[in-house]
């Protein structure tokens, strides 16, 4: 195969690998431990992480509240419980 061809495609990999959504959880969980009071609103996390789409941000949330770690404190907001 072509060098530049492998050197585009793994350069492509690396960027995707960052916008996992596990890799945005580890962040997303970071921050909610870093939070002063422990609550974390939902809008402001999505800015922090540079997330475009707000969804990834409640997929993650929904998954931590289906397990039982996190609660909702309001529509926009999740502590840990």
Known sequence: MDYEFMEAITS????????SLGLLTIKFVTLLQEAKDGV???KEAADHLAVKQKRRIYDITNVL?????????SKNSVQWT
């Open 65 to 73: 509240e289906g397990i039982g770690l996190i609660e909702k404190t």
């Open 40 to 42: 974390v609103n939902l």
């Open 12 to 19: 492509n990999m690396t960027v995707r690998s960052e916008r």
